[in-house]
């Protein structure tokens, strides 16, 4: 099983449309969460973190839920610039800082 | 421009050459990782760096491959006796130790080929 999974779609929605991502994690004591974008061919950038009591920017909600191991994100009034890939990814403690990422989910807002 | 630059850009060799890639953290970053992402994957951890000091290595990282961090700046990343295996997005990231949220920041990357 991965550490990190993610439904890797496409998920095909029109302008306007709310869209929720899922992402599970197996390992019970990982300690931070993100939520990283990454456009076609170039690095991922750091879209948010996730914080245990759900945190929200503009368009952009994320919620933990640490009970289930589960991570979401939804992205609300969907814009075209919004089409890209969505890591999720975990931070995993004692020792091991490097961050694991799931395969992503590729988001297409259509006009 | 202040964020991770990594260079070169874009490396094409082949088989059984040596390469080498250079990344410039964040200059207040103390921490600095390597990773490496083939297409349709998300990133896939290499190794890291707290200061000069290379604390931790993937199972990922063969005999081939060496990384170095001399001064606590920037980092270097060698593959030896390239294999077409090897070709990938080799990213580098950068973070500064603070609380639990390790948030790191990524550099353009380093697309290898070798054909």
């Known amino acids: 099983r991965k550490e990190v999974e993610q439904d890797p779609g496409p998920f095909n929605v029109p302008e306007g449309a709310t869209v929720a991502f899922n992402c599970t994690y197996s390992?019970?004591?990982?300690?931070?969460f993100f939520w990283y974008r990454q456009d076609c061919r170039k690095e991922p950038k750091l879209l948010m973190s996730?914080?245990?009591s759900g945190n929200e920017d503009g368009r952009f909600t994320a919620q933990l839920n640490r009970a289930s191991q589960y991570i979401s994100l939804l992205i609300r009034d969907s814009k075209l610039s919004d089409s890209a890939t969505y890591l999720c990814v975990v931070n995993s403690p004692t020792g091991r800082r490097a961050l694991t990422f799931g395969s992503g989910t590729r988001l297409q807002v259509q006009p | 421009d202040t964020g991770v630059s990594q260079n070169p850009r874009h490396k094409i060799t082949k088989r059984g050459q040596n390469v080498t890639f250079r990344c410039d953290p964040i200059s207040e970053h103390n921490r600095l990782y390597w990773y490496r992402q083939t297409l349709g994957q998300g990133p896939e951890f290499l190794t890291y760096f707290q200061n000069e000091a290379q604390l931790e290595k993937s199972r990922l990282l063969s005999d081939r491959f060496s990384a170095e961090r001399p001064k606590g700046s920037f980092s270097t990343l060698e593959i030896q006796r390239t294999e077409q295996g090897d070709s990938a997005m080799y990213l580098c990231a950068s973070s500064l130790v603070a609380g639990d949220y390790n948030e790191q920041f990524f550099g353009p990357g380093t697309r290898l080929t070798v054909l």
């Open positions: 390992n019970s004591a990982s300690q931070s």
């Open positions: 996730v914080y245990s």
